[in-house]
Structure formats: C-alpha cells, structure tokens
C-alpha cells in the first residue's frame, strides 16, 4: 500500500496544493465547515446550551484516512460526530469535514495503533442507514458485526424544574451483514444463538471456557470472531 508522509505533505505544500492532490477522483475530500482556532468555541459555535457532547470524544484523536485501495494519510487528528454521522478533520487549527467519498477510516482512542476503530460506509441498510453512513465493523468475515455509532438530541426535565433542557444521548444500533443482507441484531444470548445456530455447540463452549458476556457488544464481537474462525 503506498504511504503519504503526512508531515511532509502538510508542511511542502500550500492549501490549493493539498486539495488538488487529494481530490484523486475529482470529487472533494475535505469540505470546510468551521473557522476556529479554540476547540470549546467551535462546539459551542454548534450546540450551545446542550448537555454532553456530539462527539465520540471531545479531544482530537489519531486516524488513518484510506482515500482508495492503493493510498492512505495516516496521523491525522479527526474527531468522529456521531450526531451527525461525520469526520471532522483538524489542520492548522481549521476545521473540515471529510467527504462521504472516503470510504474507510480508522481512529485510534489510545495512544497505540493496535487498538483502531474501524470505520466504512458504504452498507446500504435503509434510507436513514445509507450508503454514506459510517458505521463501526466490530468483526469482519462470513459473519459481520456492524455497529451504527449515533447521538440523539433529546429534551428532559430535572427535579423541581418544570424547564425542558436538551442533551446528547448514545442510541446506538447493531446489525448483523451475513449473505448480502442485513439484520438487526438485538445483544441477548437469544438473539446470539439465532444468527449462529450451525455452530451454537461450539460457540456456547467458547463462551462458557472464557466467561464471556453475550449481552454486550465485545462479548457479541468475541462470539462471531469465534465463529468466522471455525
């Protein structure tokens, strides 16, 4: 695979020279949505009076951005909103969205590169989960463990106060990708054992050897890695 120096890229070029460069297909890779040089003014810029925040994490994280099969721009620092269901790219303390034509993206929420969160669109679900939506591949193989990462912005109300404030919630969605099609996945050892019946003897003695939770989304990405395995 061929490798950009992100370093000396960023740095040899000017801006005009950065987006021709990337935009290999004659589409636009990065779209500027937001001017800003403080982090906590470009969220508040967006979502103020809001509890909680839009994002996977509000600081800027490490990513991997493949453009195609052959070319990738490694150590970027990119936030992932999950309320929008976007990538927001930091460079020289100026913010851009990148396109819905990056296909695949990887963050890194350690400080290792072991540990990526991979992320790709592409999966045609529905009409709100299309083909532009990123979602989270927790395990690839005959089996796929898809996560959709999403944010709601919800009312409530708190004790004694009548007034409806707003914050973020985490409604995150699982599906499961096996023989072109898709279905939700609901995480109860029930819902397990139906998207893998050929080989649940197997799969049920990997589970109880390891103690490992069906109820949760690892203990789910362990049981069907398990069962690509087989």
Known sequence: MKKINLAVFFFALSFFSFSQTIDMTGRKFLDQIFDYSNNKEFVAAQYTDIKGSPYFSDKWLRAKVFLNDETSLDRLQVKFDQYNNSF??????TAFQISSAVKQIILYPASDTLNGMMFKNGYSINEKINAKTYLQELTEGKISFLKYPKKEMNDYTEY???????R???VNRYFIFVNG??????LTKKGLQDVLPDKWTQVSEYLAKYKIDVKTQEG??????????L
């Open 160 to 166: 004694g106060d009548a007034t409806k404030y707003k």
């Open 220 to 229: 789910w990405r362990l049981a069907i890695g398990y069962y690509n395995s």
């Open 88 to 93: 927001i790219i930091n460079w020289h303390d």
């Open 168 to 170: 973020f919630e985490e």
């Open 181 to 186: 099609g898709f279905k939700e996945a609901i």
